[in-house]
């Protein structure tokens, strides 16, 4: 039987990929670790490997091709010993490979082999990335026949939250597991809405309280919500603007941060760093570098160096910081892992350092200059670049003195870091002049209260102002 190949999950939050280029063509011969497509996500560009022998029969969606869904059917390999000829096309094209109306749940046998859906053909979806963990396991729970229903948790807690009936809804991830996109879509259609105010009139016997106030301020409410593109270039005379189509980035990066605004609850707080002592350091350390064969420097440390190296040591000191939300629960970590702004055309990356408090400053410093270089190519992998508990902003180089930035779950904390300069203090009842820069600590206060961050900032201002412990 042909073997499925399908359009591949780069990243949890990944729903949609652009087809960019087959490597492979209809007729080839494939073996076990060779790449057949070039797949672009909004921030990577990422290869898919077959992981079976066989003959390339069939290509469903031509190379170029944008919007891609993940789970979408984009070729078929003929199996071993297989005419590539007799391999039909589905009907649909590259459609979603069907899924049973109803996903029965397994019954658990350990000698059992796990069955292949779409009428016993094998799927895969493999990419050249590092494990990203273990796999987020399907809550399950019953539907109004009492059948099991297999659904994300994001997915159940946006249904919770708006009250949509998640048995009422078709889902479309692997298996025909309900994802976030199911429901709202669900959400937008009001069918499951719709059968959600049904089963409840039924448990209790009566209808909900005023549910035609209810449904009347819902097209408020989205109206309220924002202005239609039409709307907004209503305002403006026609030939005075460009129009620029958002891409996979922006879009991403506009949908998650919009998301951080209105369910993280943010808080600020600001200090003031003394730099003398580390910018007195950093010279040292800079000029006793040693040289490679080339006759370049080993390394050349940058204060963002020290900074991402004291935010590392500093979660370290505060460990009940070290945390991020888990929906119902709090994560805390054992090692440090700060992520890092990278501006790049049209968007930004946030690679992550990880064990930050154990890495030397010439390694750290290293590192950022190979993944600065990497994100700016779109060359680096969706595991250099998700996760983290904190992250570091500097706007400092565009003279920025303060500014805050916006926390990008799951992390917990964000640092703005300004830019150094002179200032006069009173020292010892004289003025002095210093060069100091302003941070600020953004936090999620539903992992840290006002005096747990204030702690953390504190240990952070202590490192930077001593920068010799950080080589201790």
Known sequence: MPINVLMPALSPTMEKGNLAKWLKKEGDSVKSGD?????????????????????????????????????????????????????????????KAEAPEEAPAPKPDAGAENTTPGGGHKEYARVDTAPQGPATAAKSGEGADGSRVFASPLARRIAKQEGVDIAAVKGSGPHGRIIERDVREALASGTAKGDAKASAKADTGKAPEKPAAKEAAAPQAAKAAGLSADQVKGFFKAGTYEEVPLDGM????????????????????????????????????????????????????????????????????????????????????????????????????????????????????????????????????????????????????????????????????????????????????????????????SCDHRVLDGALGAELISAFKALIENPMAMLV
């Open 35 to 95: 790449v057949l497509a070039e797949i672009e996500t909004d921030k990577a560009t990422m290869e898919v490997e077959a992981i079976d022998e066989g003959v390339l029969a069939k290509i469903l969606v031509p190379e170029g091709t944008a919007d891609v869904p993940v789970n979408d059917l984009i070729a078929l390999i003929a199996a071993d010993g297989e005419d590539p000829a007799s391999v039909q096309a589905p009907a649909g094209g590259g459609a």
């Open 250 to 441: 922006r879009r991403t990066i506009a949908k998650r941060l919009t998301e951080a605004m209105q369910v993280a609850p943010h808080f600020y707080l600001t200090v003031d760093c003394e730099l003398d002592a580390l910018l007195k350091l950093r010279t040292q350390l800079n000029d006793g570098a040693g040289k490679s064969k080339d006759g370049k420097p080993l390394y050349k440390l940058s204060v963002n160096d020290f900074v991402i190296k004291a935010m590392g040591l500093a979660l370290m000191r505060v460990p009940t910081a070290n945390a991020v939300w888990a929906e119902d629960r709090i994560l805390r970590f054992d090692n440090a892992e700060v992520g890092v702004a990278v501006a790049i055309d049209g968007g930004l990356y946030t690679p992550v350092i990880r064990q930050a408090d154990r890495k030397t400053l010439s390694t750290i410093s290293n590192e950022m200059k190979d993944f600065a270089a990497r994100a700016r190519a779109k060359k680096l992998k969706p595991e250099e670049y998700q996760g983290g508990v904190t992250a570091v902003s500097n706007l400092g180089m565009y003279g920025i003195k303060h500014f805050t930035a916006v926390i990008n779950p799951p992390q917990s904390t964000i640092l703005a870091v300004g830019a150094g300069e002179q200032r006069v203090v009173v020292r010892d009842g004289a003025p002095a002049i210093i060069q100091a820069m302003s941070v600020t600590l």
